[in-house]
């Protein structure tokens, strides 16, 4: 629940980069109104494939180069290939600003923007994305987690064309049976499988650490759905949790990321926050 905003504060400026599955519906959700946001630019790799798309809008952004947003954005939203996410993310933190990141598994190999964000008083946020329970993890690690494990399934075409499938030459287009495929760090996990297990870094980041927190990941012909089991074990609690995620046009990623990325700007600026 959001009580509409009324203090009399200036707008957040809120630049998307990247307009694929999820960055397209921030932008409408954005251009619908979000309390204490307003959405002043966009950018993405194909400007053009996307004008139709942005002409609609209420009030049309403007489409600028990654490195032009900063000036003219206090928070920006990265939806984008994880190659880009220091070019992204670098320039908002080193400012003071925002970022808001997707692509979990990149900060693993750019733990530095981490340290520039605290620097300079900017702000790196991982919604909870297609995962559940990040508030539980979080509140487990203030004291000891003992283990963290997760299974991941999804479909066959969800996990098409993986480095970690392509470098170790696995088949799995003709499967009839679930078949395991990785079984690892979450450390590993993001290396092998960068566009499917931004969740598993997220969890690893909430709870104690991409090298402990430990990962499978299941190809299942069968399935239709992206699927996550969590089991935690510490010392206030044991606890596991499961989610079915109905994919995005996207099949790597799941519809709810977006609506996490939403519900997590509908929070920036709200008197009422649910949720730690």
Request: contains cysteine.
């Amino acid at each position: 629940m959001t009580i509409p905003e009324n203090s009399g504060r200036p707008d957040l400026r809120v630049a998307v980069a990247g307009l694929g599955a999820i960055g397209a519906r921030v932008v409408e959700a954005l251009d619908r109104g979000i309390d204490g946001l307003v959405l002043t630019a966009v950018s993405a790799q194909n400007p053009e494939k996307h004008r139709g798309r942005l002409a609609g809008l209420r009030r049309t952004p403007a489409v600028l180069p990654i490195a032009a947003l900063v000036e003219v954005a206090d928070i920006v939203i990265e939806c984008a290939p994880s190659v880009l996410v220091r070019s992204i993310v670098a320039p908002f933190v080193g400012s003071g600003k925002t970022a808001v990141v997707l692509s979990a598994g990149a900060l693993l190999d750019h733990e530095d923007l981490v340290e520039l964000a605290k620097r300079n008083g900017g702000q790196i946020v991982v919604p909870t994305g297609a995962l559940l329970g990040l508030d539980a993890v979080a509140a487990a690690a203030v004291g000891q987690i003992h283990s963290v494990r997760m299974v991941t399934r999804k479909p066959v075409r969800g996990l098409a064309g993986a480095p970690y499938i392509v470098e170790n030459n696995i088949d799995i287009d003709g499967i009839a049976e679930p078949l395991k495929i990785f079984d690892g760090t979450a450390r590993e996990a993001a290396r092998g499988f960068p566009a499917n297990v931004n969740v598993a870094v997220a969890l690893s980041l909430a709870g104690i650490g991409p090298d402990r927190t430990k990962i499978e990941i299941w190809a299942d012909p069968a399935l239709t759905r992206n699927t996550h089991r969590i089991e935690v074990d510490s010392d206030s609690a044991r606890f596991s949790m499961s989610i079915e995620n109905i994919p995005s046009e996207n099949p790597k990623t799941g519809l709810i990321t977006a609506l996490s990325v939403i519900a997590c700007l509908r929070k920036l600026r709200a008197p009422l926050r649910v949720g730690t």
